[in-house]
C-alpha cells in the first residue's frame, strides 16, 4: 500500500480537475491503443458479457475478469510520468498481458484437447521467435552498448527520437554502474540536451558530476533544474555545497539566502545558512579579509539576530585590523 501510495500521490491527474480533463481521457485512449488497437475495451466488453451470462461461474473467467480490473483500473487515475503519458511503459505493460492470456483461456476453453495443445505450443513458438533473438542481440553488454552509442544523435525522426535520448540516457547508467564515470558523462549530458525537461535524467548527470567531483558542472545543472522546480530543497542544499567545494563561501552564503527566499523558512535551510555565515566568517578571518569578514557578520546578525555565535564574532572583529 505504501508503494501504491508512493506511485500515484505525486500525479496531478488525481486532483478532480486534472481527472476530468480531456487531455487525461486522451493518454488513457493512448494507452489502450499502445498496448493493442481497441483490444482493452473490447476485451473488458466481452468479460462483462461472460460475467453476465453466467459463464462468470467458471473459475477461469472469474479470475480474468477480477485481473483484468485490477489491472486496468489504475490507468484511469495514473497521470504522466517523466516522459509522458503515452511512454508508461511500466504502466501499462502488465495490463497487456491479460488480452492474451484471456484470449487463449477462452480460445482453448472450446477447443478439444488435442488442438489446445496445438496452440499452446504455436504460442509458445511465435514468443520464443521474437525473444530468443532479442536475448541474444542484448546478452554481450559491451556490444549493445557500443550499438547504442553509435545511434545518431537528432530530433526530427519520429519515433526513433524517444529512442535516442532514451538509450543515451540508459548507456549512461550503465557505465556509470560499472564504475566508468568519465565515459558515463557524454552519454547523460547528451540525454539531457535532447529531453530538458525530464527531471530525471538531470538528477542522474548531476550525480555523476558530484561523484567525478566536477562542482562547476554540477553546479550549472543544478541551477538549471532549479528553472524547472525551484521548490526543491535539496537541489538548493547540493548547489550551496557545490559553491563550497568550489571554495566560494560567500557564493555558499548567497545560494542559501536565495533558497530560504524561494522555498521559505524551513529548520534544516535555516541551519545550513546559519552554518554557512559561521564558516564564510572564519576563512575570510583566516585569509585576513577583515572587511569582508564583518560585512558578513553583519549580513549573520540580521538574518539571525539571536544567534549566539554572533556577538563573539563581533567582538573578535572589533580589536583585529581594519
Known sequence: MGAATKVLSPTGSLKM????????????????????????????????????????????????????VALLAPRFVIGEGALGAARD????????????????????????PVRSRRVVLALLAASLFHTVPWIALNVDVERTMARIARLPLSYGRGETMIGTYYSESGLGLALARQNRLPEAVGPMVAAVRLRPGVIPYKDDLITL?????????????????????????PSWLMLARCRTECGDVDGEVEVLEAARRTVGDVPSLRTALADAFEQAIRVHGRRGEWRAARVMVDRFAAAFPDDPRVAPFRVALSSGPK
Open 17 to 68: 480537475e486534472g481527472w476530468l480533463s480531456a487531455r487525461h481521457w486522451a493518454n488513457v485512449w493512448s494507452q489502450f491503443n499502445l498496448v493493442g488497437p481497441l483490444s482493452l475495451p473490447w476485451l473488458a466488453a466481452v468479460l462483462v458479457v461472460l460475467a453476465a451470462t453466467g459463464r462468470a461461474r467458471d473459475v477461469r473467467i472469474a479470475f480474468l475478469l477480477v485481473g483484468t
Open 89 to 112: 511503459w511500466d504502466i501499462f505493460a502488465a495490463p497487456a498481458l491479460v488480452v492474451p492470456v484471456t484470449g487463449l483461456v477462452l480460445l482453448t476453453g472450446v477447443l478439444d
Open 209 to 233: 558530476f558530484v561523484a567525478l567531483e566536477r562542482w562547476d558542472d554540477a553546479d550549472a545543472v543544478l541551477r538549471d533544474r532549479l528553472g524547472y522546480q525551484p521548490q526543491h530543497l
